[in-house]
Every structure is written in C-alpha cells, then in structure tokens.
C-alpha cells in the first residue's frame, strides 16, 4: 500500500469530517497566518475602546448639549450630535457596552438552554423526543421577531437582563437541533457503550463524553449568536420595544432615527449602523473558523 | 358499497392512502392550533397590568361594584382562567375574537382591513425573493468557483449583516428625503387606494428592504445544494451525453433540488412574516406587523394574541402544504416520510 494520501480518504456524501492526518503537523506559524487578522483587530479595536471607553470620550455622553443640536461632524464633536445635543462619539463606545453585554449575556442564556433542551432532547426515547420536536416546532411557527414583540410588552420593564433574557428565550431552537442531533449520534457510539459498561455514573457520562464532543459542533452557531442578539436588540430598541433612550446603546441611538430623518442628519442614522455592521462582520468571520470544512470532490459539471 | 360492508370503513383509508394523510394533516393542525391558542392566552393573561384599566383607563377609580362586574363581564375577565379560555375559544369559533383594548372596537374590526396590505407586501417579496434566489443559485452553481461566483459570494454575505431596519432608514435618508424619488411611508396616498401605480411606487422601498435581507440565506443553501448535485453520477452521465451545462442545471439538477427549495420555502414564512413586521415598521406601513409593535406598545392584549394566532395558522398551514407539495414533486418522499432538508 505504502504511503496514506488525502485521495485515499475521499468520502462520497456530505455528512462527513475532514480528515487531517496525522503525520502532516502544520507549524504554529502557518496556523497563525490562516486567522482573521483584520477582524481580529477591527474587533479588539471596538471591545476595548467600548471596555475603555471613559480614558479617551472628550464628553460625557449622557450630557444633552442643548445648543449644539443636529450638529454635523466638527473637532468638538468628532462624529456630530443627534437630536437631544448628546455627542455621538461618546455615546458611540458608551453605548457599545450595553450593545456587547446583551450579545455576551444572551448568546450565553442561549447556549444553556439549548445544550440542556438539546441534551435532554436526545436522550430521552423517541415518543418524548418526538414530542418535544413539534413543541419546538410549534414555538418556530411564530415569527421570531412577533415573539419578541410579544414577550416584551410582558415583561413590562425594559433593561438589559429582561431584553436578554426575551433574545435568548426566543433564539435557541437552531443551537437545541444540533445539540439533539450530535447526541444521538455520540450516544450511538461504542465508546458510551464501553463507558456505562464499566458502571459510570451519568454525571460522567454528560461531562467526560458528551460535552467535549459537541462543543466543537456547536461552536459556529454559538459565536454567531452573538452577532444575532446584537441584531435583535438594535431592532426591538429601534422599534421602541427594546432598551429606552436612557439606557445607551448602538439600538437605543438608532430610536433617534425617526426624528433624524426629519432633520437629514444622516450621521444619526449612519454611524451606529455602520459600528453595527462592522462588529458582526467580524464576529462572523471568528465564527467561520470553526466550521468544519467538508471535503470537495470536483465539480462534475 | 360492497367494498365498504367487507372492509368497514377503514376500507377507504386502506383504499385510498391520501384520504388518510390529507385527515392526519387536518388533525395535526387542529391539535397545533389548539396549543397555540392555550399557550397565547395563559402568556396573555399572566401578563402585568389589568386589562380593565387598559380599557377603561382612568375611569375605573369612579366605577362602582357592579360597574365594575359589568365591565369585567364585557371583556371576559371574570371566573376562573380555564372558564375564562372556554368562552374566549368559544367565542373565536363563532368570529369573536374579543375587543381590542386599545381601539374599544372588535379586534378582528382592527385588523382586517390591515390583512390585505401585509399580504400584498408579503407574498410579493416572498416570490420576488424565491424568484431571484434560484436564478442567483444557478448562476453560481454555473460559475463555480471563478470570480463571478465568489464576488456574488462576498456581496452578499455582506448584504446579510445590514440590520434590515438600519437599511430602510438608509434608504428612506436617500431616495426619499435626498432624492425625492419614492414615498417615505404608507401604503397609498389619500384617497389613492385602488390605484395601483401609487401602490407599487410605496411598495419599492420596503420591498428592496425584504428581498435584500432575506434573499442571500435562501440563495446560499439552493447554490450549495446544486453543488453538491453537479457532483453526482447522473450530471457526469448527462454530460456524456453531450447536454449543455444550462441543460443540465435547469432540466436536470433543478429537478432533484426542487423539494429542497419548496422545503426552504415552507421554512421562510415566519422569516418573510418577521421581515414584513420590521419592514412595514420602518415604513409606517398600514400593516399587520405595525400593528403588532403598536399594540406591545400600548399592551393590548387581545389584539396580538389574534395577530400571533394568525401568524401561526398562516405558517402551520403553508408547511403542511409544502408536505404535501413535496410528495407529488418527489415520490421518493413518501415512503421515507421524513424531509429532505433535515439531515
């Protein structure tokens, strides 16, 4: 046979893992060149400038400058003012705060109800299983953004616990399929089977088995939740049904907009929105690194 | 009639199989409905703040008791919650889906003349959007891999992270306020109703905000499912053939990806539904989603437990639909009773 070569593992199919041998060790520099680096920094960037905010923000950016309303870009106020006089570069890194701490706080809430319903999901029988589905299913039906709208104007007070804890209440099915998915499929593996064999507990089962596994699986959806709560924050507090104007944040500011509109002070409307858009861009990318490649075979068209 | 006394009546079912699925799917969706309906008011009903005083307003601290009693009557608020469900659901059977709370008028009142709008908006970006996503697959299932494919790629990638909101305001700012070009929000000038050009000129603007958010998902998972039907046995047999690769993707391909895109399609109502409600708020558009945000805004209660039921029995029903589709368009799907798309 001789020597082992990639073309020897080409799998027909999709549902299949690259396969990397072993033999072949990719030098931490080559691992390192293949990062994002232009996310990577953009990202750091915009964290530790929201993280640091109050070392280099010229204003204070709960301040209303009542004579400087609408104004466009100057020195004194690097990105302008909106309609309240506040000085939108300020509130621009103060308000990233509140924007990340809801992505943070969300995907996390989202990420322990989907293992736990995921997990449960696919270890209970079939008939339960089955019944959780449509469950999930059932709950898929409603538009997420009409479920939000719904569960906001419940809770009644807006903050940034209650507006995560709305996001991740109504973002876990996607993570919760796949958790469910890969636990059957670990589950059905002889190495479980050798494991309950020698008489381990299911503490051990959960935590040495089943954890380790489908943390890589579940990696990609996990870090582009984070993007996700983002989006739904911006858009509820853009509704009015998120964060209030006094809570600062990229979605409170954009609340302004209808009132900008009526100005054409389009720095108002552009500047969050950009700040918005850059973030998730690059959360995206960290988030594609985790994907797993499927081998392609060539194209026989 | 022979037949039905030597087999009783489960001789149909057994005669005829779609008469048993078509009843199974009726049934699942009753049941469906029924949950959901529970599950919205027990939600609804635990809610802070009293309906009454949403109706009534300030006017309750003058009430007397049996003012009050009366009034409770009217809005259906008084017995236990159980008792209370009974008679909401029995009122929905017979058309009564209570009063809004905001509007003091039937909810159903509210929001009919609101259904035609949303639907107009809905259903053409939802065919404009499947129409561009298949043409965009194949082209870059066509070109795959050379530059034409990627830049496609790359663009709308980047399409898919502008919130969809932030673009509407971004193009109201342009084409509306800068340029003058389109209405900024409404359905139709006064009085302008049935004219169609008018309706059409508001729809441009949030139409372009539906298809740009949602048309990149779909043409993404419809290019890759062609990609992995060009590397299939029968496309190297039709190439063999010497059938041109347009051939080939629309007669061949396109057929075997079908159920997948009717799948996707049945999977997109409630992701086209979200995007009519940001849409239209961004719009102002005299629609069933503004009115959702309006009534969370003002908790009216009755008004969005209905909008969410018929969100729901829209989405419930179009997927059974696109079951049902699947199984004339690929027979494969039948006995397998499972769906292509979920692997």
Redesign the interface.
């Known amino acids: 046979m001789g020597e082992v070569t990639d073309s020897m593992f080409e799998i027909v199919g999709s549902e299949y893992r690259e396969y990397v041998p072993g033999n072949v060790k990719r030098s931490r520099f080559a691992v390192l060149r293949k990062l994002p680096w232009v996310s990577i920094v953009v990202l750091s960037v915009i964290v530790l400038g929201c993280i640091f905010a109050p070392l280099f923000c010229t204003h204070d950016p709960s301040m209303f400058y009542l004579d400087h309303l609408n104004e466009a870009s100057s020195e004194e106020f690097l990105f302008g003012t909106d309609s309240l006089g506040r000085d939108i570069f300020s509130v621009i890194w103060f308000g990233g705060r509140t924007s990340l701490a809801i992505g943070v706080l969300g995907t996390v809430m989202i990420t322990v109800i989907g293992i736990a319903i995921g997990c449960v999901n696919g270890i209970v029988g079939t008939r339960a299983d089955t019944l959780m589905q449509r469950a999930i299913e059932l709950f898929h039906s409603i538009p997420t953004i009409l479920l939000c709208i719904l569960l906001m104007a419940l809770v009644g007070t807006q903050n940034v616990l209650t507006l995560s804890i709305v996001i991740a209440i109504t973002g876990w099915f996607a993570l919760a399929r796949i958790v469910r998915s890969e636990v059957r499929q670990i589950r059905a593996n002889e190495y479980v089977l050798a494991a309950k064999a020698m008489g381990s507990s299911f503490r051990h089962l959960v935590f040495a088995h089943l954890l380790p596994n489908i943390i890589p699986a579940i990696m990609f959806v996990v870090i582009s939740s984070v993007s996700s709560c983002i989006t739904m924050e911006s858009t509820l507090s853009f509704l009015g049904l998120g964060l209030p104007l006094e809570i600062m944040s990229w979605g409170s500011m954009l609340s302004l907009a209808n009132r900008a509109l009526l100005m054409n002070t389009w720095w108002v409307i552009v500047i969050p929105g950009l700040f918005i858009i850059v973030t998730l861009t690059c959360i995206t990318t960290l988030a594609n690194l985790f994907r797993k490649e499927s081998n392609k075979k060539s194209s026989r068209l | 009639m022979s037949t039905l006394s030597e087999h009783g009546i489960g001789g149909i079912f057994q005669r005829y199989p779609i008469i048993t699925r078509i009843l199974k799917n009726i049934l699942i969706f009753i049941v469906?409905m029924l949950?959901?309906s529970v599950?919205v008011f027990v939600?609804?009903r635990?809610?802070?703040?009293d309906p009454l005083v949403a109706f009534y307003g300030d006017a309750i601290e003058t009430m007397s008791d049996a003012e009050l009693d009366a009034a409770r009557h009217r809005l259906g608020l008084d017995g236990s919650i159980a008792l209370q469900y009974v008679r909401w659901f029995g009122g929905i059977l017979a058309g009564d889906f209570g009063l809004s709370l905001q509007y003091k008028i039937p909810a159903m009142d509210v929001i009919s003349p609101l259904i035609g709008n949303t639907l107009i908006l809905g259903v053409t970006a939802y065919l404009v959007v499947f129409a561009i996503a298949v043409v965009v697959a194949v082209f870059c299932?066509?070109y795959?891999?050379t530059w034409f494919d990627r830049a496609i790629c790359k663009i709308g990638?980047?399409t898919y992270?502008?919130?969809?909101?932030?673009l509407g305001?971004?193009l109201?700012?342009i084409f509306s306020?800068?340029l003058g070009w389109f209405p900024?929000s409404g359905a139709y000038d006064f009085g302008m109703q049935n004219n169609l050009l008018n309706r059409l000129e508001h729809m441009v603007l949030p139409l372009i905000v539906m298809i740009a958010s949602h048309v990149w998902y779909y043409a993404y998972m419809i290019r890759n499912k062609f990609?992995?039907e060009?590397?299939?046995?029968y496309?190297?047999l039709a190439?063999a053939k010497g059938l041109s690769?347009n051939v080939?993707?629309w007669k061949h391909s396109l057929r075997n990806v079908a159920p997948t895109i009717v799948n996707l399609m049945a999977i997109s109502i409630?992701?086209v539904?979200?995007g009519t409600?940001?849409a239209e708020?961004v719009f102002n558009y005299p629609g069933i989603?503004n009115m959702?945000?309006a009534?969370?805004?003002y908790?009216d209660?009755n008004l969005?437990m209905l909008?969410?039921l018929i969100?729901?029995a829209m989405?419930?029903l179009s997927?059974i639909v696109a079951y049902m589709i699947n199984e004339v368009i690929d027979p494969r799907m039948k006995d397998s009773g499972g769906s292509v798309w979920e692997?």
Request: charged share 15%.
């Open positions: 469906t949950i959901l599950v939600i609804a635990l809610a802070p703040g299932a066509r795959e891999d990638t980047a992270f502008i919130p969809s909101f932030w305001l971004v109201i700012l306020i800068n900024s990609t992995d060009n590397r299939k046995d496309v190297l190439k690769k080939i993707l409630p992701h539904l979200s409600v940001i708020a989603g959702a945000v009534a969370a805004k908790h209660y969005l909008l969410v969100t729901g989405v419930i997927s692997k």
